[in-house]
T-cell receptor
Framework: GDSVTQMEGPVTLSEEAFLTINCTYT??????LFWYVQYPGEGLQLLLK?????DKGSNKGFEATYRKETTSFHLEKGSVQVSDSAVYFC????????????FGKGTMLLVSP | DAGVIQSPRHEVTEMGQEVTLRCKPI?????LFWYRQTMMRGLELLIY????????DSGMPEDRFSAKMPNASFSTLKIQPSEPRDSAVYFC?????????????FGPGTRLTVL
C-alpha cells in the first residue's frame, strides 16, 4: 500500500537558518503530494502541494519539488523564523477519487531566537 | 466560511461513559474524514464518508467506536463505553468533490481525556 516516510524530529534550528525536512513516498500510479503544518493546539493546515512530477509547490517561503525519479518531496525554507515552529506532515493522495490522504508521522521543528 | 467546526473542544470523562464528538463540515464539501492523533501512533484515519455514505471504516479501532453522517452538514463520532486508551485528539476534516485533487480542511480538534 501507499506510505510516506519523513525524517524524525525534532529538528532544532536557530532563526534565519536553512531548513530541509526530508520526505519520501511509496505509491502506485501518480499521487499528488502535500505538506501540512500543525501549530500547537490547532488542526492541520495545507502548506503547499504538487500534483505532478517536477511541479514545485511554494507558500510562505517554503518550497518542495515533486521528484518522481527519487520518489521524494523534501520541504525547504531559506530562512526560518521562530513563528515557523510547528509539526510538519508530508502526505500523498491516491487517485481513488475520495481525496484520502496517507500521512507521514510528522516532523517537529523548533526554531530558537 | 467558518471552516470545519468541531465540538466540544475539550472533553473529560470517566471510563465507561459514552462520548459523542460532533463535526460540521464546510458547506458544499461532500467528503468527511475522522482522524485520531496520539503521540504513540501519530495521525490515524478512522473512517471517511462520501455524500454521507461511509466508504471505509477499516481504521475504526473497535466496535466501541461508531460514526454517523445523517446529512451533509453534520457528523458524529461516538465511543461507548470509553476507555483511558481512547484519550487523544480527534480531528474532523472535509474536502470537495470526489474525482478531483482536493485539499482536506481540518477542524481544530476535540481533545478527549478518559480518566
Amino acid at each position: 500500500g501507499d506510505s510516506v516516510t519523513q525524517m524524525e524530529g525534532p529538528v532544532t534550528l536557530s532563526e534565519e537558518a536553512f531548513l530541509t525536512i526530508n520526505c519520501t513516498y511509496t505509491a502506485t500510479g501518480y499521487p499528488s503530494l502535500f505538506w501540512y503544518v500543525q501549530y500547537p493546539g490547532e488542526g492541520l493546515q495545507l502548506l503547499l502541494k504538487a500534483t505532478k512530477a517536477d511541479d514545485k509547490g511554494s507558500n510562505k517561503g517554503f518550497e518542495a519539488t515533486y521528484r518522481k525519479e527519487t520518489t521524494s518531496f523534501h520541504l525547504e525554507k531559506g530562512s526560518v523564523q521562530v513563528s515557523d515552529s510547528a509539526v510538519y506532515f508530508c502526505a500523498l493522495s491516491d487517485q481513488s477519487g475520495y481525496s484520502t490522504l496517507t500521512f507521514g508521522k510528522g516532523t517537529m521543528l523548533l526554531v530558537s531566537p | 466560511d467558518a471552516g470545519v467546526i468541531q465540538s466540544p473542544r475539550h472533553e473529560v470523562t470517566e471510563m465507561g461513559q459514552e462520548v459523542t464528538l460532533r463535526c460540521k463540515p464546510i458547506s458544499g464539501h461532500n467528503s468527511l474524514f475522522w482522524y485520531r492523533q496520539t503521540m504513540m501512533r501519530g495521525l490515524e484515519l478512522l473512517i471517511y464518508f462520501n455524500n454521507n455514505v461511509p466508504i471505509d471504516d477499516s481504521g475504526m479501532p473497535e466496535d466501541r467506536f461508531s460514526a454517523k453522517m445523517p446529512n451533509a452538514s453534520f457528523s458524529t463520532l461516538k465511543i461507548q463505553p470509553s476507555e483511558p486508551r481512547d484519550s487523544a485528539v480527534y480531528f474532523c476534516a472535509s474536502s470537495g468533490a470526489a474525482g478531483a485533487i482536493n485539499e482536506q480542511f481540518f477542524g481544530p480538534g476535540t481533545r478527549l481525556t478518559v480518566l
